[in-house]
T-cell receptor, first 110, second 114 residues
Framework: QKEVEQDPGPLSVPEGAIVSLNCTYSNSAFQYFMWYRQYSRKGPELLMYTYSSGNKEDGRFTAQVDKSSKYISLFIRDSQPSDSATYLC??????????FGAGTRLFVKA | EPEVTQTPSHQVTQMGQEVILRCVPISNHLYFYWYRQILGQKVEFLVSFYNNEISEKSEIFDDQFSVERPDGSNFTLKIRSTKLEDSAMYFCASMPGETNEKLFFGSGTQLSVL
């Protein structure tokens, strides 16, 4: 079983749609849960950061962590064409090695 | 806003040559990383560096790779004898003083080995 799994997509939605991106992981020691956004040919950019279980909201973005099922979600409300990017989930233990999922490619059509 | 800077943005080299990729992390950060991304594939961890020594490295980071922080600002990745399969985008990242895993990435160096 892979340590971090994401559906690679691509996921194509119309502008204004609610987007749900998901990720599963296998290591129960993960305590930190990050979502990074990566535009084409650019470095990943930290988007959302959550410690332990629960929800966190930041503007149009909501991150949700369910440690009991090892399931991480990112919701984007009122999606915009500028949200078109690859979204990487990255759970971690607080150590020296952050592992990234393969990423889900999102296209938001104007 | 402070950022991680990487040079060069593109590097073309011949197989078997040595290359040095350079990074200037954010000035008050203490943890430094190299990742790579082969075209169309996932971002892969190579190595982390703290307190002037390697903290952790992946299986990819074999004897042909080395890292160095030669002064107070630069962080370099050296590939001693490049192979075709080393062609990838290499990202440097840094993190502030606690291991909360909030990584700040540079824009990357695209390495092409011919």
């Amino acid at each position: 079983q892979k340590e971090v799994e994401q559906d690679p997509g691509p996921l194509s939605v119309p502008e204004g749609a609610i987007v749900s991106l998901n990720c599963t992981y296998s290591n129960s020691a993960f305590q930190y849960f990050m979502w990074y956004r990566q535009y084409s040919r650019k470095g990943p950019e930290l988007l959302m950061y959550t410690y332990s279980s629960g929800n966190k909201e930041d503007g149009r973005f909501t991150a949700q962590v369910d440690k009991s099922s090892k399931y991480i979600s990112l919701f984007i409300r009122d999606s915009q064409p500028s949200d078109s990017a690859t979204y990487l989930c990255a759970p971690g233990t607080g150590g020296f090695k952050t592992i990234f999922g393969a990423g889900t490619r999102l296209f938001v059509k104007a | 806003e402070p950022e991680v800077t990487q040079t060069p943005s593109h590097q073309v080299t011949q197989m078997g040559q040595e290359v040095i990729l350079r990074c200037v992390p954010i000035s008050n950060h203490l943890y430094f990383y190299w990742y790579r991304q082969i075209l169309g594939q996932k971002v892969e961890f190579l190595v982390s560096f703290y307190n002037n020594e390697i903290s952790e490295k992946s299986e990819i980071f074999d004897d042909q790779f080395s890292v160095e922080r030669p002064d107070g600002s630069n962080f370099t990745l050296k590939i001693r004898s490049t192979k075709l399969e080393d062609s990838a985008m290499y990202f440097c990242a840094s993190m502030p003083g606690e291991t909360n895993e909030k990584l700040f990435f540079g824009s990357g160096t695209q390495l092409s080995v011919l």
